[in-house]
């Protein structure tokens, strides 16, 4: 038995982690996004309710500046009525230079306008807007100052008191234990919410937002929360998806075992199948146009398996490539035949094609492997014929190249099999020296009954010669294919018209049959039929 190594493991570890992962990369994915939009809009609700209160006070101030050039006492009770009316402000101000001389709250004064904390901003003309710790009124309780110049070194000023927005952060806030921050203007101290606890506590940025729809000053929401609150609704997540993730790695795994297994088994099955000798070899004629006779065969694989029925070539030998048993099937394939032409009877030069796979071409063993098949059916002389693909000449690093070289100068002939049907450029069949083109069958099959030219085709036949190449036909079925081919010179012909594929017994038959008595003229081509 075959030891399996590690690495082959690799394809199921990784069907069984990748959705495992693949669910925690995007379940930490979702819960990073639904924080930030939960942020997102706690920040748009203090946002919009900010402005609103802004608004507000922006309207008063107007009225507020209007009054700057009037005394204290005839300005006081609008600034009274204002002030009181508005349930957001603290008091309304009018200010003459930097000392304050008139206010809603505490009526005629004179203080100077830097007692209020963390005063700072510059005062332009036009309006100024800024939050602060807290005013002379109420030291502990931050305010929104709006400002705005008036007539004569005069200006009005509305303390919005901050207790409302502390407020409305706060129950923002209890959404989910943020902490939220809200700045005013820049440079100003930020009014925070206070209800979660110390603000220095540790804690992460989930979401901050800058806006400035009115020009005056720029409005910050910073949305902070506990950097556990992503880990916990990351876990939630995981706890809903984690299982049907598991479940869909363990079926992955479990699949890719089972192709691994029937890989392994498949090797093993063609090995027991070689071994019990339930390969056989099909020879199919192939009809030389020169001579009006049978100039050789192709050689093709049959399996047929006892109990499950016939395996098509094209299936059993396509997984043989791709499981790295081409090589020994080919092998087997040459013992078979050397088996099979101890009994023939056919003349030196017979041609014996062989399909030989890509892996096979560019290996080194390849030349010694027919050099012993030549060796071993050297009784009947006959020319081998390597039928290799386009894609094995495409992929070619160099071995393929010394390797037709070498078996070409002991006698081998080389044929090019599907031709047209790869992808093979030109200058490939200018570089590699090959003996014959066999034209897939797809072309002949292009043959119109009407009697029309099959242009295609015909550049293929035209390029084989001017190659210098022997052309051969592969699938023809009809007389008239037969005789469209023969007027273009095309020197080989296989096909169900001539003769099928058929065991080596049954080919001795019909080779005795068809080889013509020596001097007997060619064929009509309404004897060619083999059925
Ligand atoms: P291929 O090399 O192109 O072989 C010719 C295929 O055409 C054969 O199919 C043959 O039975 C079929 N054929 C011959 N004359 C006619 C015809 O007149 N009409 C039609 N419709 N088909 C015709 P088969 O035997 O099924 O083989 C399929 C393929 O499997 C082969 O294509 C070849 O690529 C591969 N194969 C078969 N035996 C071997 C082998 O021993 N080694 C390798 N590497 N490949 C093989
Ligand atoms: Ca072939
Ligand atoms: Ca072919």
Not at 139 to 148: M, Q, S, T, V, Y
Not at 192 to 201: E, I, K, L, T
Request: one cysteine or more.
């Amino acid at each position: 038995m075959e030891r399996v190594p590690s690495w082959r493991y690799l394809p199921v570890a990784l069907a069984l982690s990748l959705p495992v992962l693949a669910c925690a990369g995007l379940t930490w994915w979702h819960a990073q996004k639904a924080q930030r939009e939960e942020a997102e809009s706690a920040a748009r609700i203090v946002r919009a309710q900010t402005q609103h209160i802004l608004a507000q006070a922006w309207e008063v101030l107007d009225r507020v500046a209007a009054l700057t050039a009037v005394p204290c006492e005839q300005a006081l009770p609008d600034l009274q009525r204002w002030g009181t009316l508005n349930p957001y402000f603290r008091s309304l101000i009018l200010l003459r230079d930097d000392r304050i001389y008139c206010s809603s709250a505490v009526g005629k004064a004179d203080y100077s306008v830097s007692e209020f904390r963390r005063w700072s901003g510059s005062l332009s003309p036009g309006g100024w807007l800024f939050t602060v710790d807290g005013t002379p009124l109420a030291p502990e309780r931050p305010a929104i100052l709006l400002g705005r110049s008036g007539t004569d070194g005069h200006s009005g000023v509305v303390v919005v008191d901050g207790r409302y927005v502390q407020d409305l952060l706060n129950a923002v806030a209890t959404l989910r234990d943020y902490r939220i921050e809200l700045q005013v203007g820049e440079g100003g101290a930020p009014i925070r919410s206070d209800s979660q606890g110390p603000w220095d506590a540790p804690s992460s940025l989930v979401y901050s937002e800058t806006t400035n729809h009115d020009g005056r000053a720029p409005l910050i929401v910073r949305v902070k929360a506990p950097p556990e609150d992503l880990v916990q609704a990351w876990q939630q997540l995981m706890l809903t998806y984690l299982p049907a993730a598991a479940l869909l790695g363990l079926g992955l795994a479990v699949g890719a075992y089972r192709l691994q297994a029937n890989r392994r088994s498949f090797k093993e099955l063609l090995r027991r199948a070689m071994r019990a000798d339930e390969f056989q070899v099909h020879y199919q004629p192939i009809y030389g146009q020169a001579t009006g006779q049978c100039e050789g065969v192709e050689a093709l694989m049959r399996w047929q398996r006892p109990g499950v029925g016939y395996v098509r070539p094209d299936i059993f030998i396509a997984a043989a490539e791709e499981d790295g048993m081409i090589i020994a099937l080919t092998r087997h394939l040459f013992a078979l035949i050397e088996r099979d032409m101890r009994s023939w009877t056919t003349p030196p030069g017979f041609h014996v094609g062989i399909n030989i796979a890509a892996e096979h071409l560019s290996s080194p063993e390849l030349v010694p492997d027919i050099e012993r098949f030549v060796q071993n059916v050297s009784a009947r002389q006959p020319v081998v014929v390597l039928e290799i693909t386009e894609r094995s000449l495409i992929t070619d690093d160099g071995q393929a190249r010394r390797n037709i070289d070498a078996l070409r100068a002991q006698g081998v002939l080389v044929a090019i099999d599907d031709f047209g049907t790869g992808h093979c450029s030109l200058s490939y069949l200018q570089q590699f020296p090959v003996d014959y083109l066999k034209i897939d069958q797809g072309f002949v099959h292009a043959i119109q009954p009407s009697g029309e030219d099959a242009p295609v085709l015909d550049v293929i036949i035209t390029l084989g010669h001017r190659l210098g190449l022997a052309v051969l036909a592969e699938g023809v079925e009809t007389e008239l294919q037969f005789n469209y081919l023969v007027r273009r010179g095309v020197a080989l012909i296989q096909g169900y018209l001539f003769a099928r594929p058929m065991p080596s017994e049954q080919f001795l038959h019909w080779y005795a049959g068809h080889a013509p008595p020596p001097g007997a003229k060619r064929p009509e081509s309404s004897n060619l039929g083999a059925g």
